[in-house]
């Protein structure tokens, strides 16, 4: 199949903006839940519809106060918070446009990213932040104000605006039109400088009323139950943005949690116990990684690895049933997994908090057997596909029939194509508008109402499309062959040792990778041995751990033909970091950083 349309369930307004829907929620439902703010001591507390309203009314009073207008643009770098929340809807409250920067972001991508948006002020979380502004502020002549929001950013401005009368910031909401531009998120930047895409209220409209209208079941797990999200995935991130408009726009109770750590994060799931939670593969690859080292270290592996195995057989029963090629578990099958439902599966659904029948997944491929365990075990992760370009999720797995490995159909009002060359196009309501001040880069990626991902894939006859590789990481080895590097780490990266896999052989005679490890994993793994943990130097040569790795290798060579296949691998001491350049913010690799930062290594693995 070469193109496949679902249509919209949800007519987007024709009038105003992102923020009405705080204004109008308050009005209708003052005391309903909107929010769960977490206190410094802990505790989380409620923060209603009407309480949120007066909030954004009275930051929004306060940055008319200090002199933003509609139409300016005002950076915000913070880790994922309340205040983030507080200070987008008090932007689109007075029609200035946010521009996201990741919290860990160096001085240069800083003084880059304001100053190609023309930044006016900036709201930062914290001192370091500051500094890091302040480091490169002589370069950027429009730059004025700099707010820190851990030195009381909010309740100064707030009084600020104390003279400032509710009509004045209404004034300014009512002259919002749906295609007026919301915020400019910058591209990641894994081939070159981040663009920035400009991202209108009725992207966000399109995207977040149709995924809300669609995936209705999703979001309440249980009927008559309040549906709640906790929020871990970084604002800066188109994924983290959609989530959090969608989840006031529906009336979704949002929580917000900093952390994107095992330790801070599974403590807050068990304490907010949302009903559902939308994440990128790496969360679920460590929830099951935890359970797995947890099942071993009581000397349970071998039970853990039979419940694994049921509940993948399970979850392909049920896959095969919704399409219509099996009858479902067999009784033997059901008994079993009843069995390892109260041994096994009610800890995992306990780690998200014990509610969570569904989540979804986007940002990078999950490995199918990890999504059918999941499911078996009582959460069914929906995966997804969409890019910053798109506001989101273009396409996602339906509940009731979900396709593991897969991403799904196209959500509601957008159409997918397969372009000859097999590159992925998109078109849809949430598709952006073009890059700011990037003419020539948005005419070479909008064409005739289509957007061009740059991705590779496929759809199956019922519309379900496959990532298959991306253009630009197309290898070409010196023999003429050309391999996609992504489903060679993937399946190299689900070895539970593996924290990142690159694959390289671009102008080489074969196809070799480089190999990180997952050190939590391997201090699991030898204290299992009964071995002590060497410096990271031996370690690497263990003979042990090197055979680990190349049943990594084997098993995901037999995906591909030989002259696709990795001959040979280096496993390296050190990590691939974001701060160290060499992984983007949403955690995908930089290639060409990487190859330039081990470009000894990679020779050496040439060498005859």
Known sequence: MREFTVPPLVTSPH???LADVVFDRAAAHPEEVAFGRKGPDGRWRDVTAAAFRDEVLALAKGLLAEGIRFGD???????????WTLFDFALWTVGAQSVPLYPTSSAEQVRWILHDAGVTACVVEHEDHAMTVGS????????????????????TLSAAGGRIADEVVHRHRMALTPSTPATVIYTSGTTGRPKGCVLTHANFMAEADNVLER????FRSRPGEAAATLLFLPLAHVFGRMVQVAAVRGGVKLGHQPQLTAAAL???????RPTFVLAVPYVFEKIFATARRAAESEGRGGPFDKAVEVAVRYAEALEQRAFGTGPGPGAALRVRHQVFDRLVYARVRAALGGRVRYAMSGGSAMD???????????????????????TGAATANPPERTRFGTVGQPVPGTTVRIADDGEIWLRGGQVFSGYLGDPRGTDAVLRDGWFATGDLG???ADGYLTITGRKKEILVTSGGKSVSPLPLEERVRSHPLVAHCLVVGNDRPYVAALVTLDMEAVAHWLRLRGEPRPDPGELVRDPGLEAAVRRAVVAANTQVSQAESIRTFRILAAQFT????????????????IEQAYAREVEALYRT
């Open 15 to 17: 009038v105003g903006g």
């Open 73 to 83: 643009r005002v950076a915000v770098m913070s880790r994922t918070r309340y205040e």
């Open 136 to 155: 490169v502020v002589d370069g950027l002549p429009r730059l004025s104000r700099l707010w820190q929001l851990d030195d009381g950013a909010v309740e």
């Open 215 to 218: 995936y209705a079941s999703v």
């Open 266 to 272: 599974l403590p807050d799931l068990r304490d907010f």
């Open 368 to 390: 199918r057997r990890l999504g059918l365990f999941l499911a078996g075990a009582g959460v069914t992760v929906l995966e997804g596909y969409g890019l910053t370009e798109t």
């Open 458 to 460: 496929a759809l199956d």
């Open 578 to 593: 974001e701060e160290h350049g060499l992984l983007t913010p949403s955690l995908k690799l930089r290639r060409r950083a």
